[in-house]
């Protein structure tokens, strides 16, 4: 048996592509086309390709057609109205349906018929789409004109009807896909990184320029000032100040210089760089931010789905609707014409178009404008749970705190001052490979002492390092570590130092709390939501920073957790919790908590984006994006309502007025691309506002 051959739909036109169609290959990709007129318009769009192309333009081709004949089917018909004598001429009475005809039938086949093509395909689906509404519409008034053609009458004719339904409707999908390209307009300057050109370095210090999308790791590529970074990697020569925000939002540059990362397509200030390409193309932070954003997208968010059953039910009681009205007028006496526009402004006016962008505007505005701030948010479900939250768990290491250990306090004992004390310890602390030791050597740095020479230090593992210092007491032996080892009462924060066996003092080291810190927990306070601490760390190291560095309470933190005890925290706070709970942790060994949580948001987890522990990832350290969130989420969510409510009162105040009152059909279809275009506006405005609120958020995080 012969296998059924699978139907192709033009690319552009959405019309069945048949044996004499053209398919051609566009980047790699096979496209179909119907016709060369849609291989022509889809070129002049650049609809799909990677030049930039968008929906938006190849919208506006068809609407470019359907002005142009629409006018012309119009100005044929208005002859009826503007001069009678006229219109009562043989000559005209010959020549109007036919030219009328011409005109329409490529507006009605280019731009009408892809919508019945499409509600064709839902139905198959097992869905039923609005597009369903304007396709019957369109179909059923270029029907009826058509039939009273070869009926060889010469009215009534609705062709201007069929014409300018096509072309309204295509005006507001126009206004739609403009609406969501610049939702999203600010991200596609650094998505689309790809041919950006790069200078790679060849032997002999040579630079050879290629394209970003041909660098591969191993690379080594060089950046002056004002370039972008082509691809992720590390710094081998050069320093400068890197401006950051067009990936993570953060608002100062960075400094970096031999061994820091970079990023693509971040941008180096005020210095030329050379740097060793560690991941490029799809491996790329940037290419999983596109990725994530693609995701978040075209996942649809509850108030979506919502719509989508509603539309399931409305659009086959329009149906029920207009065929009643068109079975009453006739019944009524009414003429056979008039009874088919009555039913056709019913059917084209109750078409559900804001019903179905209400939600993907307003969410696709809100995602755009967290990005280009540094939040990813993975869906638009995950924006609708964030104003429901009700407690927020923070890891400290690494999250609260930077990550890293510094001197907080000094504590000489008898017969030593603080410089002599912190010098002794980086004398032998010198070369080693712990934090502590590391940040003891900074501390003296910073203070512009100078250290000791210590030939051949010895490591003691898990208990501290010891060596003959020059120049100090008889012997100078010097012991630096654990308080346990030295036999000394202190914390387990604490450094103790010994001199040829006497106590010489301690040294508190402390992680640093991060600016942004007490401002988000703050912050998160003033909305209403409670706030804890979950650590691995030190019980009163945990508690201490809740107290004096967040205004916590010591029974808000908890410390000691191991990783399952992490997890079974935040189950408990879910369980005794009356609202959603999320987990703010690090990304990296905070994953479990992170997805045990209601929502998980991962602080500066770049290179933790594939693990997709997280519902909100922030590219940067600014915890202050975190209540920015909740509040940009909350006034998305108030938007969303409004544009849903607008668009039921819209519909249904409509389709009453139409069936009760009457309506021309293409008053009718101008009445439905207006009140698209208020969920338009509406959308627009909530992308203003987010970008005012959140560039507040970042404010005082810059002044830190």
Same mark, same amino acid.
């Given at each position: 048996?012969?296998?059924?051959?699978?139907?192709?739909?033009?690319?552009?036109?959405?019309?069945?592509?048949?044996?004499?169609?053209?398919?051609?290959?566009?980047?790699?990709?096979?496209?179909?086309?119907?016709?060369?007129?849609?291989?022509?318009?889809?070129?002049?769009?650049?609809?799909?390709?990677?030049?930039?192309?968008?929906?938006?333009?190849?919208?506006?081709?068809?609407?470019?057609?359907?002005?142009?004949?629409?006018?012309?089917?119009?100005?044929?018909?208005?002859?009826?109205?503007?001069?009678?004598?006229?219109?009562?001429?043989?000559?005209?009475?010959?020549?109007?349906?036919?030219?009328?005809?011409?005109?329409?039938?490529?507006?009605?086949?280019?731009?009408?018929?892809?919508?019945?093509?499409?509600?064709?395909?839902?139905?198959?689906?097992?869905?039923?789409?609005?597009?369903?509404?304007?396709?019957?519409?369109?179909?059923?008034?270029?029907?009826?004109?058509?039939?009273?053609?070869?009926?060889?009458?010469?009215?009534?004719?609705?062709?201007?009807?069929?014409?300018?339904?096509?072309?309204?409707?295509?005006?507001?999908?126009?206004?739609?896909?403009?609406?969501?390209?610049?939702?999203?307009?600010?991200?596609?300057?650094?998505?689309?990184?790809?041919?950006?050109?790069?200078?790679?370095?060849?032997?002999?210090?040579?630079?050879?320029?290629?394209?970003?999308?041909?660098?591969?790791?191993?690379?080594?590529?060089?950046?002056?000032?004002?370039?972008?970074?082509?691809?992720?990697?590390?710094?081998?020569?050069?320093?400068?100040?890197?401006?950051?925000?067009?990936?993570?939002?953060?608002?100062?540059?960075?400094?970096?210089?031999?061994?820091?990362?970079?990023?693509?397509?971040?941008?180096?200030?005020?210095? *030329?760089?050379?740097? $060793? #390409?560690?991941?490029?193309? +799809?491996?790329?932070? !940037?290419?999983?931010? /596109?990725? @994530? %954003? &693609?995701?978040?997208?075209?996942?649809?968010?509850?108030?979506?789905?919502?719509?989508?059953?509603?539309?399931?039910?409305?659009?086959?009681?329009?149906?029920?609707?207009?065929?009643?009205?068109?079975?009453?007028?006739?019944?009524?006496?009414?003429?056979?014409?008039?009874?088919?526009?009555?039913?056709?402004?019913?059917?084209?006016?109750?078409?559900?178009?804001?019903?179905?962008?209400?939600?993907?505007? *307003?969410?696709?505005? $809100? #995602?755009?404008?967290?990005? +280009?701030?540094?939040? !990813?948010?993975?869906? /638009?479900? @995950? %924006? &609708?749970?964030?104003?429901?939250?009700?407690?927020?768990?923070?890891?400290?290491?690494?999250?609260?705190?930077?990550?890293?250990?510094?001197?907080?306090?000094?504590?000489?004992?008898?017969?030593?001052?603080?410089?002599?004390?912190?010098?002794?310890?980086?004398?032998?602390?010198?070369?080693?490979?712990?934090?502590?030791?590391?940040?003891?050597?900074?501390?003296?740095?910073?203070?512009?002492?100078?250290?000791?020479?210590?030939?051949?230090?010895?490591?003691?593992?898990?208990?501290?390092?010891?060596?003959?210092?020059?120049? @100090?007491? &008889?012997?100078?032996?010097?012991?630096?570590?654990?308080?346990?080892?030295?036999?000394?009462?202190?914390?387990?924060?604490?450094?103790?130092?010994?001199?040829?066996?006497?106590?010489?003092?301690?040294?508190?080291?402390?992680?640093?709390?991060?600016?942004?810190?007490?401002?988000?927990?703050?912050?998160?306070?003033?909305?209403?939501?409670?706030?804890?601490?979950?650590?691995?760390?030190?019980?009163?190291?945990?508690?201490?920073?809740?107290?004096?560095?967040?205004?916590?309470?010591?029974?808000?933190?908890?410390?000691?957790?191991?990783?399952?005890?992490?997890?079974?925290?935040?189950?408990?706070?879910?369980?005794?919790?009356?609202?959603?709970?999320?987990?703010?942790?690090?990304?990296?060994?905070?994953?479990?908590?992170?997805?045990?949580?209601?929502?998980?948001?991962?602080?500066?987890?770049?290179?933790?984006?594939?693990?997709?522990?997280?519902?909100?990832?922030?590219?940067?350290?600014?915890?202050?994006?975190?209540?920015?969130?909740?509040?940009?989420?909350?006034?998305?969510?108030?938007?969303?309502?409004?544009?849903?409510?607008?668009?039921?009162?819209?519909?249904?105040?409509?389709?009453?007025?139409?069936?009760?009152?009457?309506?021309?059909?293409?008053?009718?279809?101008?009445?439905?691309?207006?009140?698209?275009?208020?969920?338009?506006?509406?959308?627009?405005?909530?992308?203003?506002?987010?970008?005012?609120?959140?560039?507040?958020?970042?404010?005082?995080?810059?002044?830190?």
């Amino acid at each position: 048996m012969t296998p059924t051959p699978t139907l192709e739909f033009c690319d552009h036109c959405g019309l069945p592509v048949g044996a004499g169609g053209r398919r051609r290959e566009v980047d790699g990709e096979p496209r179909a086309f119907c016709c060369l007129g849609c291989a022509i318009a889809w070129s002049l769009a650049g609809q799909g390709g990677r030049e930039g192309g968008s929906q938006a333009a190849a919208y506006l081709v068809r609407l470019g057609l359907g002005v142009v004949l629409s006018m012309i089917v119009m100005l044929i018909q208005w002859v009826r109205y503007v001069d009678p004598s006229a219109a009562a001429d043989p000559s005209y009475e010959a020549f109007a349906p036919w030219a009328q005809l011409v005109a329409a039938t490529p507006v009605v086949v280019v731009l009408g018929l892809p919508y019945l093509f499409s509600a064709v395909r839902f139905l198959g689906a097992g869905r039923i789409g609005t597009d369903l509404l304007v396709g019957l519409g369109i179909l059923a008034a270029y029907g009826a004109s058509l039939a009273t053609m070869l009926r060889g009458e010469a009215d009534p004719l609705y062709f201007d009807t069929a014409a300018g339904l096509a072309t309204l409707v295509t005006l507001g999908r126009w206004l739609e896909a403009t609406a969501k390209e610049q939702a999203t307009e600010g991200l596609r300057s650094f998505l689309t990184g790809s041919r950006r050109p790069a200078r790679r370095l060849v032997e002999g210090g040579e630079e050879e320029d290629v394209a970003a999308s041909d660098l591969a790791p191993g690379d080594r590529v060089r950046v002056r000032p004002g370039e972008r970074i082509p691809a992720d990697g590390r710094v081998v020569e050069g320093r400068a100040l890197v401006d950051e925000a067009a990936l993570t939002g953060e608002p100062l540059p960075r400094a970096v210089g031999p061994g820091d990362l970079v990023r693509a397509p971040t941008v180096p200030t005020d210095g *030329a760089l050379v740097v $060793a #390409v560690e991941a490029a193309n +799809e491996d790329s932070l !940037l290419a999983q931010v /596109g990725r @994530v %954003l &693609a995701r978040a997208r075209t996942e649809r968010a509850p108030a979506e789905r919502l719509a989508d059953r509603i539309s399931a039910v409305f659009v086959p009681a329009v149906l029920g609707v207009c065929g009643l009205v068109l079975a009453l007028d006739l019944s009524g006496g009414s003429p056979v014409g008039d009874a088919v526009l009555h039913a056709l402004s019913v059917l084209v006016v109750a078409c559900p178009c804001a019903l179905g962008i209400a939600t993907p505007l *307003a969410v696709t505005a $809100a #995602v755009g404008r967290l990005a +280009e701030r540094g939040v !990813l948010v993975r869906s /638009g479900a @995950v %924006l &609708a749970d964030l104003p429901r939250l009700g407690l927020v768990a923070f890891d400290k290491t690494g999250t609260l705190t930077e990550g890293r250990p510094d001197v907080a306090a000094v504590h000489p004992g008898p017969g030593f001052d603080e410089d002599a004390l912190l010098v002794l310890a980086a004398s032998v602390e010198h070369g080693s490979e712990h934090p502590w030791g590391r940040a003891i050597v900074a501390e003296v740095e910073r203070r512009g002492l100078e250290r000791r020479p210590c030939p051949e230090p010895r490591v003691h593992p898990g208990r501290g390092i010891e060596g003959v210092v020059e120049g @100090v007491g &008889a012997g100078g032996r010097v012991r630096v570590g654990s308080p346990a080892w030295l036999g000394v009462e202190a914390a387990s924060s604490h450094v103790a130092v010994e001199v040829d066996g006497r106590f010489a003092g301690t040294i508190h080291m402390a992680d640093r709390l991060r600016p942004s810190a007490r401002p988000a927990v703050e912050g998160l306070l003033e909305l209403g939501l409670e706030v804890r601490i979950l650590s691995g760390d030190d019980s009163r190291a945990v508690e201490a920073v809740a107290r004096e560095g967040l205004g916590l309470s010591a029974r808000d933190a908890v410390g000691g957790l191991l990783p399952d005890e992490k997890v079974a925290r935040v189950a408990a706070l879910r369980r005794e919790a009356r609202r959603p709970v999320a987990f703010v942790g690090d990304g990296l060994n905070d994953a479990p908590a992170l997805a045990a949580a209601d929502l998980g948001i991962a602080v500066h987890s770049g290179t933790d984006l594939a693990r997709e522990t997280a519902a909100v990832s922030l590219l940067g350290d600014d915890l202050g994006r975190i209540p920015a969130l909740v509040q940009a989420a909350a006034r998305t969510r108030r938007t969303v309502v409004w544009n849903l409510l607008w668009a039921f009162g819209y519909n249904a105040v409509a389709v009453t007025w139409a069936a009760v009152f009457g309506l021309p059909p293409v008053l009718a279809a101008l009445a439905m691309v207006a009140s698209s275009l208020f969920v338009i506006l509406s959308s627009a405005r909530l992308r203003a506002v987010l970008g005012e609120d959140l560039a507040e958020a970042a404010a005082p995080a810059s002044r830190a």
